[in-house]
């Protein structure tokens, strides 16, 4: 029986994809996987218990990722799982900053009869709110990835033009996107193209205040700048400044803050971007999956701190995992270690330092040969997943 536990509230019909193996608990310290969406785990103590953590959405900047790839816990996201959810709402964020919708409707429910009826009042009043339409309008994409691209296609199903930029564009990505996309190697090369502009990256030292006094010095006045990223990633002084000359016509926004909330012309929502019940459920149900496959057969997929290795289900008579630092030597020192048993599969990846060997036996291992595993200078943990 694997304990379970869950931080924030997670969807039950994710949740209900736990077999009769799993129980969910409340207690931290006892769980060998948590499951969370915001809560902010970066002063949290681990116990030696704990396996593996899975994000059910995309962004992790509430887990100390690092930190548990040090103290051997597997950290899951979910992409892809909410992207339509984020997708709609940027849509409906460029629909809602391109139509003054909060204005408008602002205006109108605050409306009387008086020496006018209201529907006088609305006639005589409606052409403060002219905006324009999105169709032949330029579109900038900053991040093609799980959200990205769909964001990047939708605006092109609605005939504008679209100009997509990644330092990392994947092949699956770049299959997907719609072939009217133009894709520029600098975010400079599209600026001053632009009317609009939205930014889908994770929010890391490289990209915090990305959307930053250069860019707006390089775009045309009226830009519409929507961010579903991260708070980060805009630089809130040139954003300010921005604003104030027009330089940009409205900023849209997930993620409201004091300083946010003093900004004119500004659409912010609460952070809502994957608060639909569909993608609540997606990404939970994904998490589960992820955990479970790790938990039970040791295989790794989405994990941000540990490669990817997917060696199946077991049907060797032994499975071990080992997660080690990225150092010479490490899989002979292994392989030395187990030489009293016939290796039927054996698979070794590596991501930023850390390293994951998962290793399949035709014979039972011994306790006696895991425990010299585990005497291995830079071995992390060694778990026996089948034995």
Known sequence: MYNIATLNKISPYGL?????????IDRTDEADGIIVRSQNMKEMDFSDKLLCIARAGVGVNNIPIKKCAENGIAVFNTPGANANAVKELVIGGMIAASRNFVAASDWARDLKAGELTVAKQVEKG???????????KTLGVIGLGGIGVPVANAAAALGMK???????????????????????????????????LTVHVHANDETNGMINADVFNAVKPGLVLLNYARASIVDFTAVKKALEYGTVRKYVTDFPNEEVLTLPNTIVTPHMGASTDDAEDNCAEMAVHELMDYVENGNIKNSV?????????????????????????????ITATITAHNIRDLT????????????????????????????????????????
Not at 178 to 185: A, F, L, W, Y
Not at 352 to 359: P, R
Not at 362 to 387: F, G, H, N, Q, Y
Request: hydrophobic share 40%.
């Open 16 to 24: 209900g994809k736990l077999t009769d193996d799993y129980k969910i």
């Open 126 to 136: 409606k052409s403060q709110f002219k905006g324009n339409e999105l169709k032949g």
């Open 162 to 196: 679209v100009i997509g930029y990644d330092a990392y564009l994947s092949v699956k990505s770049a299959l997907h996107l719609d072939n009217s996309i133009r894709i520029v190697e600098n975010i400079e090369d599209m600026l001053p193209e632009l009317d609009y």
């Open 305 to 333: 701190n540990l490669p990817a290795v997917d060696m199946g289900v077991c049907a060797a008579a032994s499975r071990i995992a080992c997660i080690h630092r990225n150092v010479p030597n490490m899989i002979g020192q």
């Open 348 to 387: 070794n990846r590596s991501r930023e330092g850390f390293a994951y060997t998962l290793i399949d036996l035709d014979s039972k291992i011994t306790d006696e040969t895991v425990e010299e595993l585990r005497k291995i200078d830079d071995m992390i943990r060694v778990r026996v997943i089948k034995a």
